[in-house]
Structures are given as C-alpha cells and as structure tokens.
C-alpha cells in the first residue's frame, strides 16, 4: 500500500520533520516514509523508495510518503503524522494574527534576538541574510549548505557585530535554553566555545555528572576551525564569552582543526581577559574527558570518577574478556567519532572511516553491511596495515544524513549495521555512542538493547563465531535531568550486556584493550 501527498503551503521546521518520520516509520508494518519539503533532494530521495512523485510539488509544499505492508498499517502511519504535526505548540500570537511571511519581517514584529534557522541547506542562506539585515545573531541548525556561503555569512556578521553560529550547528545553550540537540543543566561558570554539537554535549555532560554547570555553549559549526573558514565564528564568539561576566573560563572545542587556525586562536585567546581552555581533537591532544577535567580544576572542583556500568554479570569496574580481533565504531556523533578513531590508530593501527584521520584511511560506508576495505587498491594500504581492519563510521555525517533523519533520531541505519558487524566472525568489539537529550529519540536504549541482545545471540548460535567472543561498549552522553532518563537508559543497556562508559574516551580505549587482546582499560 502505498500514499504520497504535497501538502501545498505548508511547513514545518527540519527537526520536527526528522521527529515525524522516524515515529510514522516505527509503526509496525510501515516499509518506508518521509515527512519532508518537496525540495529536489527529496524528491530524488522518494523516487529512491520507487515512489511517484506528485505533479507540481514544489519546496514550499510538504511531502507525506508512506510504504506500508497493508491499509490498517498505512492508515495508522498517516494518523501518526497528523497527530504529530497538529501537536506542535500554537502561534503564540494567536491564530487570528496573520503571521509572518519572512524572517525579516518575523524579527521586525518581535525584536531583535536570536533566529534559528532549521530548514533545507540549500534555503538556510536567504534566511540568515534576512535574520542578520534585521539585527539577529543566527543558529543555523540547517547542513548541507556550500562553505562559500557561511564564510560570506559570518563575514556579514562581523561587519554588524553579530555572531552566526553554524551551518550545522547541533547544539548551543544561550541564557539557560538549550538549542537543537541540548540537555537542561545547571548555571556555571563555564562557557563552551564548540566547533562539534556532541564534542560540546560530552563536555557539558561530564560536568553536569560533577555537579558543575555552563554559562553558556556557543556552537559555531563543524568547519569553523578549518583552512576554509579560518575560524570567524570562534572568535567572535570567544569575544562574547570574555564580555559575559558570567563566564569565568572558557573552553574552545573542535573536532581535528586546521593547524594554522588553531595557532591564530590560540594567539588570539591569550589577549583576552577570561582564561581559555583548548580542547581540540587530534593526535597528542588531551581528549574531551581530559578537557572536562581540566576546566573543573580551574573552576576550583573536584574531578568525580566518571560513572561506568558494567556489563550484566560483569564484576565493576569491568574487566572483559581478551579477544584479538576488529574493532567496529558506530556512531552518532562525529567528533566522539573522532576522538575515538585517535585513541584507536594510537593503540591499535589504522582504522577506516568515512572521516578519516588520513586520506589513505577513508572507506565508503554505504551498502547493507559496507565493504571490507578502504576505497583504493589494496596496494594502496598495504604498508597501513598489519592486522584486523578497524572501521569506525559516523552516521551523521552529511553524505548519510541527506533527506533522512539523524541518528539520534532514526537509528535504522546504525541497528542496521551493527547486525552485520556482529554476523561477521572477524568482529571482536563494536562501539556505540548513545546521546541523550532533547531532540533525540525518545527511548535509544530500547532498541539498542534489543539489538545486542539479537547480536550475542546470533555469535554464540554461530559455527562461524566460535573462539571469537562479541563485546559491545557504549559511551552514553546523558545529563542528569535529560527526558529519557540516564540511569534507566544505561541500566538497560548494561542489562542486555554492554559495557557502558558516561566518558566516550574511556570507552574506546576499554574497547582498544578488549579488541587488542589485553582485556579492558581504562
């Protein structure tokens, strides 16, 4: 049974639509949805699922298409979306107040502020040109948007005084209300300077795991720190943090910059009056746990040990079993992606990815299960390469997440892989990052759960899996007061028999030493 629509006029903003699709997609007997813009991208992405496009759909029209096995299946999904989309909160003006038609005009009618843009990359520019010409700061939540454009966007900025956070900015925290994917935590004395939305997110954990607070999190966009973009959002937005009186110290993460712009920050950083902390991902750097660590140092607190929940029937702290083989990382995040591929290269040799540490490591994620090798010749890794392939992959990145929901959303394509991985006898560790928080799915832990159950039943049922044992490590980012409930989410992961870190960096060196034959350490 299939139902496609163009609901001409309407709109709603890219992570409700995200929401909306993967709970329209959870409905038993659903084979396929997409709640989306009519833009070109996802018009492709639905003649992809075999559907028709409707005629004269357009990007100011949204799409509702669902694949479902029979009509009660279909009825109950489309019922879904409805549902879903008739309760969302209400014009707070009232409906009889015609709203506004633009962002410019939105920003005229309520004053100048913070606009946060949330709609198709290719849509995200004119609308952070109008929220800039009105006198907004701008969160652009919005990826997939070309780097000339947010280059000329912060320029524009700094010309005004103003400070644009993002393209892809995931995560920000200003006067107390959490943005995009964000947890609720206490006020502090620190502020988060963050090219990384689950760099930021481990960092804010951890401290909230101390009882610490922020004063603030201002992220800046993934590519900030890089050649291309040399930083502009960072120091503007260093410069905002030293005149907040209160903030008292500053912490400036990245995933791996460009060293050139990080020297120039660095510089930069030491003019101001408010001290700054570096945090940036990479070969010899502290890693995010260090970083968090360090600031409630200089705040004057106690480091806490880092909860860890051992695996059922485990003693705690975990120890494991020793078992030779590959390591396999799954991830949300792509910064805790990266931090974990350079705590793995340092103990365990290359390891592959569709964001590599190296050119030479880069491998196509796609396919049911990915393929076995980086692309190239195998001449090519040859002299990279000394034992099993380690893989680790972030799901979120922009070449997975185009038209589709992200993975602390829609967590289909990692279960997905994680079921192959776990077929395949050469695997001895997979790797998870689990993010909590507003935003995300409503319940991770109940499908994860579920699905490594399914993968040690599947290896110890497997003639091809004996004498290689499975584990599964989970890094759960969770704060304290976060909706889905971070103990209840880390006990029933602990239950179906991972080992569960609230430090991602903890988790992937416990997985080096159990995929490297030494038995887990942290």
Request: aromatic share 2%.
């Given at each position: 049974m299939r139902h496609v629509e163009a609901r001409a006029g309407a709109y709603a903003d890219s992570v409700t639509l995200m929401q909306v699709t993967a709970q329209a997609q959870a409905i038993p007997g659903v084979q396929a949805a997409l709640v989306a813009m009519a833009t070109d991208l996802n018009l492709g992405l639905l003649a992809d699922l075999g559907l028709q496009p409707p005629d004269r759909a357009g990007p100011n029209d949204m799409l509702v298409a669902v694949q479902a096995d029979d009509g009660e299946s279909?009825?109950?999904?489309?019922?879904?979306?409805?549902?879903?989309?008739?309760?969302?909160?209400?014009?707070?003006?009232?409906?009889a107040e015609q709203p506004p038609r633009t962002t410019f005009s939105a920003a005229r009618r309520a004053g100048t502020g913070l606009a946060l843009i949330s709609v198709p990359g290719q849509f995200a520019f004119i609308e952070a040109v109008d929220a800039l010409d009105a006198g907004c700061d701008v969160m652009i939540f919005s990826d997939n948007a070309p780097v000339e454009e947010e280059v000329w966007l912060k320029d524009r900025a700094a010309e005004r005084g103003l400070l644009v956070m993002g393209p892809d900015c995931g995560t920000a925290i200003v006067a107390g209300i959490g943005l995009g994917f964000s947890h609720s935590v206490p006020a502090g004395p620190i502020g988060l300077v963050a090219a990384s939305g689950t760099g930021a997110q481990q960092v804010i954990c951890l401290l909230d795991a101390a009882g610490w607070g922020v004063s603030a999190v201002l992220g800046v966009g993934g590519r900030d720190l890089s050649a291309a973009v040399g930083g502009r959002s960072a120091r503007a937005a260093l410069a905002a943090l030293d005149a907040d009186p209160a903030t008292e110290l500053i912490v400036l993460l990245s995933k791996p910059p460009a060293e050139r712009v990080a020297a120039e920050l660095r510089e930069y950083a030491a003019t101001l009056a408010t001290p700054v902390q570096f945090a940036l991902i990479g070969p010899g750097q502290p890693d995010l746990t260090a970083a968090a660590e360090a600031a409630l140092r200089a705040s004057g607190q106690q480091v806490p040990a880092w909860p860890v929940w051992p695996a059922a029937g485990d003693a705690a702290p975990p120890v494991g079993r020793a078992g030779t083989g590959a390591l396999r990382g799954l991830f949300a995040g792509g910064t805790l992606c990266d931090e974990a591929m350079v705590i793995a290269a340092e103990r365990l040799g290359p390891v592959y990815s569709n964001i590599p540490l190296r050119p030479q490591w880069?491998?196509?994620?796609?396919?049911?299960?990915?393929?076995?090798?980086?692309?190239?010749?195998?001449?090519?890794?040859?002299?990279?390469?000394?034992?099993?392939?380690?893989?680790?992959?972030?799901?979120?990145?922009?070449?997975?997440?185009?038209?589709?929901?992200?993975?602390?959303?829609?967590?289909?394509q990692r279960l997905d892989r994680l079921a192959a991985e776990a077929a395949d006898p050469a695997t001895a560790v997979i790797m998870l990052d689990v993010v909590l928080g507003h935003g995300a799915h409503p319940d991770p832990a109940a499908e994860i759960a579920a699905a490594i159950v399914a993968a040690h039943a599947a290896r110890a049922a497997s003639a091809a899996g004996f004498g290689t044992e499975l584990a599964v490590v989970v890094s759960l980012i969770g704060a304290s007061s976060d909706p889905q409930g971070l103990t209840a989410q880390a006990t029933a992961l602990a239950a179906a028999g991972a080992h569960v870190f609230a430090s991602n960096a903890q988790a992937a060196r416990f997985a080096c030493g159990l995929a490297g034959g030494i038995g887990g350490t942290i």
């Open positions: 279909l009825a109950t999904a489309l019922a879904a979306v409805d549902n879903a989309l008739r309760s969302r909160p209400a014009d707070q003006a009232g409906a880069r491998l196509d994620p796609r396919g049911p299960a990915g393929p076995r090798g980086p692309r190239g010749s195998s001449e090519s890794v040859a002299s990279d390469r000394s034992g099993p392939w380690h893989i680790m992959i972030d799901f979120g990145d922009d070449e997975l997440t185009a038209g589709r929901p992200h993975p602390m959303i829609d967590q289909g």
